[in-house]
């Protein structure tokens, strides 16, 4: 007779100490996943703003009370800038995830329109709050409304502080004129064509007579002393 082997069953040892590291391991991804995700805001610089303060930049992003860093994204901060009229773009980074960089690009205020008592924005949108920007005292013709705002735009923050009023002053010669108003007291004349002129008017002003007068940008720069 043929005797039976017997088979031997081979018991594994179950590796506690694997377990344990693995579920150490699993535990410390956990905590710091949390620790990130609960890390909130705690600096928030804003460039290039002018006509709207930090904190009002501050309160449209919705982020006033320094809230969870990753609960915010950079893309739902902008989305939320965007809405507002007076910002044309903006560009939102984190640093260190808890510092906050937000660079603004404003559609700055042009000019107030007694037309319609309303202040003209940079791309052309009208609001009704009023900013230390120049009036225009009067109707601007369709035909050279949008080149107006176009020009307006191109003007440097500084030259555009120094213009106080502004009509739309056509004649036989012109029919695009412009008679601008300046708070030194000067007065300036220019057309479409000769609006680039205006970002030259610090300069030219220092060689000009120490006295009040009319400044002809619309054809030469000639300058008459209003006696």
Same mark, same amino acid.
């Given at each position: *007779?043929k005797?039976?082997?017997? @088979?031997?069953?081979?018991?594994?040892?179950?590796?506690?100490?694997?377990?344990?590291?693995?579920?150490?391991?699993?535990?410390? *991804?956990? &905590?710091? #996943?949390? #620790?990130? $995700?609960?890390?909130?805001?705690?600096?928030?610089?804003?460039?290039?703003?002018?006509?709207?303060?930090?904190?009002?930049?501050?309160?449209?992003?919705?982020?006033?009370?320094?809230?969870?860093?990753?609960?915010?994204?950079?893309?739902?901060?902008?989305?939320?800038?965007?809405?507002?009229?007076?910002?044309?773009?903006?560009?939102?980074?984190?640093?260190?995830?808890?510092?906050?960089?937000?660079?603004?690009?404003?559609?700055?205020?042009?000019?107030?329109?007694?037309?319609?008592?309303?202040?003209?924005?940079?791309?052309?949108?009208?609001?009704?709050?009023?900013?230390?920007?120049?009036?225009?005292?009067?109707?601007?013709?369709d035909?050279?409304?949008?080149? $107006?705002?176009?020009? *307006? &735009?191109?003007?440097?923050?500084?030259?555009?502080?120094?213009?106080?009023?502004?009509?739309?002053?056509?004649?036989?010669?012109?029919?695009?004129?412009?008679?601008?108003? *300046?708070?030194? &007291?000067?007065?300036?004349?220019?057309?479409?064509?000769? $609006?680039?002129?205006l970002?030259?008017?610090?300069?030219? @002003?220092?060689?000009?007579?120490?006295?009040?007068?009319?400044?002809?940008?619309?054809?030469?720069?000639?300058?008459?002393?209003?006696?």
């Amino acid at each position: *007779m043929k005797s039976k082997k017997t @088979k031997k069953i081979k018991k594994r040892k179950i590796r506690y100490d694997r377990i344990l590291i693995a579920l150490i391991i699993v535990l410390i *991804m956990a &905590g710091f #996943f949390t #620790f990130l $995700f609960n890390l909130k805001i705690t600096n928030i610089i804003i460039k290039n703003n002018n006509y709207l303060t930090d904190q009002e930049i501050i309160e449209l992003a919705l982020i006033s009370d320094y809230p969870k860093s990753l609960a915010n994204s950079t893309q739902q901060i902008e989305q939320r800038l965007k809405n507002n009229n007076l910002i044309k773009d903006v560009k939102v980074t984190k640093k260190f995830l808890t510092q906050v960089y937000i660079e603004v690009e404003e559609n700055r205020p042009l000019f107030y329109y007694n037309y319609n008592n309303q202040t003209v924005l940079l791309d052309g949108t009208n609001i009704s709050d009023k900013y230390p920007v120049p009036t225009v005292l009067n109707y601007i013709t369709d035909t050279y409304y949008d080149e $107006f705002i176009n020009e *307006m &735009g191109k003007l440097e923050l500084s030259v555009l502080n120094k213009i106080s009023e502004i009509q739309f002053y056509p004649n036989d010669v012109d029919d695009n004129r412009f008679l601008l108003t *300046m708070s030194d &007291g000067n007065y300036v004349y220019v057309n479409i064509s000769t $609006f680039y002129k205006l970002n030259k008017y610090i300069s030219i @002003k220092e060689n000009l007579p120490d006295k009040n007068g009319i400044l002809y940008l619309d054809y030469g720069n000639n300058f008459e002393i209003i006696e």
